[in-house]
């Protein structure tokens, strides 16, 4: 989220040290400054809740972590690099993965911020309409970060007041999910009844409608594996309804432009219903950045500066798209296909090199690009630099979606056909593939449950490629070990020798790897903290 400049130089005269999950709690959060006099006004208030949103655009969360590193390793992108430093990725991760640790960390720092807000707003002097929708966020953040840990770890310690001393206090026992994913729906209706509609709200901040979507992303989770609560269906349906009549939001005409404004930091709160927001601030000494674009783009190997001394970006392109996903395209008709796969990069001179149709196991992912392609009219290309603002070469501004309309029609879509209810379900699926450019889909080939469903998974992939959404897809469907060896079975067709590096990820995934485990160091501090039982007869 973008973090008021004055706040963060306030803070930046504390040292916060991250030891373990525990020692991390154990803080006071970045907003209390002054316990005895903080959380008084209005404007206390709104910094404090400053506070608990930074978190999310954190490099252990979605500035890096949960927006690539972890949802890597699918039918939908390879990591490219010869070392395993994306462990995750490439299912080679333990309980002493850093990165594991890192985040859980994080996560829990956020639900300690929120519960500190939450326990102290209430002593506020502030008028009580502002308190509720202030309060509402806050319910809305912890959801966020609970909604997290629970789908990426299952079972977790369920903290609902801050923890405010050491010792015994940090001694708690995993909740089971399904009792940790009924708190985090208390918490999104409290936000879904109380939170502003996005025309009323800051811009960048939870409204409403996000409430709504986010307990329909989640009722869709918990009707999947591994609790599958079918009547969830019904009630994401509900919530999917609940956004849809607003008549607030809508589809872009042009699905590139939906990117376009993530990366040149435009607002758009009609298609994007919720984003994590990035800002570069570097120059000025502030951490407000993250690494959407950097990682996860077309690759640039530019030198730092240019001849003016003018910083260039730089994309490391850590994946590449796989042959299944390329596939899965029109790549003729389907307007997504050119905006989310890109066969150039560019060079350390600057050159554009377009990259051969026999090379696309080497092209790269290309929604979230710092630079685009131009035609020069003489049968070369060049580019030009789309990113706003200050750059720098390993972080960017680029903001990054966390929950898109398109989302909302797709996922009425998917419950529509859980409840048999096929037919109604096609138009929200024509919606989607119509604002690509293409016709209706052919009613034959989505007659049957089975069929809608099977393309309905194909849609999605195309629709949400590279935003974090296709492994929590695979994992809800049963089908993330399936679609990996799918995924095998393309790469050797398409003539990838089966000793390649390419198959590190088809070949190290295991059952477990459907959750991370908890870290070793949370296990062996907390006392009553069991290890998953998935990873508890070895690593």
Known sequence: MKINITWMLSLSILILGLTSCHDELDQEPFSSIS???????????????????????????????????????????????????????????????????KAWMTLYKGINSANYFLARLKDADIEEGTKTKLLAEAHFLRAFYYFDLVRLWGDVPLRKKPVTEGGAANNIAKTPASEVYEFIIEDLEIA??????????????????????????????????????????????????????????????????VFLNEITDKNDDKEVIFEIQFGNLRPQGIREDGRIGN????????????????????????????ITMIDKFDA??????????????????????????????????????????????DGTFGYKILE?????????????????????????????????????AI?????????????DIDPALVA????????????????????????HDLIRWGRLLTNMEVLRQDMLSYGIASSSWYYRQCDNIEEKHNLLPIPLKEVTINQLLDQSAAWNSGE
Request: aromatic residues 12%; contains cysteine.
């Open 35 to 101: 316990p005895e006099t903080f959380y008084k006004t209005e404007e206390e208030a709104r910094l404090a809740l400053t506070a608990v949103y930074s978190d999310i655009a954190s490099d252990a969360l979605y500035g890096s972590l949960l927006s690539m590193n972890f949802t890597n390793g699918t039918d939908e992108a390879v990591y490219n690099r010869t070392n395993v430093s994306w462990a995750v990725a490439l299912y080679m991760n333990n309980s002493s993965t850093y990165n594991i640790e």
């Open 332 to 377: 003729a008709n389907d307007n997504r296909y050119e905006w989310s796969i890109a066969d150039w990069k560019v060079d350390n001179k600057g050159k554009v090199i377009v990259l051969k149709e026999s090379n696309k196991t080497n092209w790269y992912p290309g929604k979230f690009r710092r630079v685009d392609k131009v035609d020069n009219g």
């Open 448 to 471: 049957s449950q089975e069929d809608f469903f099977a393309e309905l998974m194909d849609e999605r992939m195309r629709e949400f490629c590279f935003e974090g959404i296709r492994k």
């Open 427 to 439: 138009p929200y699926l024509n919606a989607v593939r119509n604002r690509a450019g293409l016709a």
């Open 295 to 322: 990682l996860n783009g077309v690759a640039i190997a530019l030198p730092n500066a240019d001849a003016n001394g003018n910083s260039n970006p730089y994309a490391y392109a850590f994946y590449y798209p796989t």
């Open 388 to 424: 706003t603002g200050a750059i720098d070469k390993n972080f960017t501004g680029i903001n990054y979606p966390y929950l898109r309309y398109s989302d909302i029609l797709l996922m009425k879509a998917e419950a529509l056909n859980e409840l048999t209810r096929t037919g109604e």
């Open 192 to 257: 879904s009844q109380n939170l502003p509609n996005p025309a009323e709200a800051q811009y960048g901040h939870a409204t409403r409608t996000a409430a709504h979507g986010l307990l329909a992303r989640v009722y869709m989770t918990m009707a999947g594996k591994p609790l599958q609560q079918h009547d969830a269906y019904l009630l994401a349906l509900n919530h999917c309804d609940s956004v849809i009549n607003t008549g607030y939001h809508e589809l872009l005409p042009s699905y590139k432009q």
